[in-house]
């Protein structure tokens, strides 16, 4: 059994008992969450498709770890001009254990 879930602006294709990373979410470290935006269940040959999402369905997760990701740089350069900027940035994470598919 799988599905497709949205948080965080992304989708994600999910199966119980998978680690999976999000976008950071505002939870405590072994809280349960309920991701209640599913856009598809699949089991086996059916497949239910949601209008944008299914009602009565969600995906319990736990959260596992908060962390940041790797370092990404931005640099800004104008040739000639005398000008150039450099940047990083680190975005948060959410990691999350799949515990099941409810509905």
């Given at each position: 059994m799988f599905?497709?879930?949205k948080t965080g602006g992304k989708q994600y294709k999910v199966a119980p008992g998978e680690k999976l990373k999000v976008e950071q979410i505002p939870a405590d470290v072994g809280a349960q969450v309920v991701l209640d935006q599913v856009l598809m269940v699949g089991d086996g040959e059916s497949v239910r498709l949601g209008q944008p999402t299914l009602t009565g369905t969600t995906v319990q997760a736990t959260v596992v770890?908060?962390?940041?990701?790797d370092k990404v740089q931005i640099f800004k350069m104008r040739r000639?001009?005398?000008y150039h900027r450099n940047q990083g940035h680190r975005q948060g994470f959410t990691e999350l254990q799949i515990d099941g598919i409810v509905g």
């Open positions: 599905a497709v879930i770890a908060h962390g940041r990701g000639r001009k005398n």
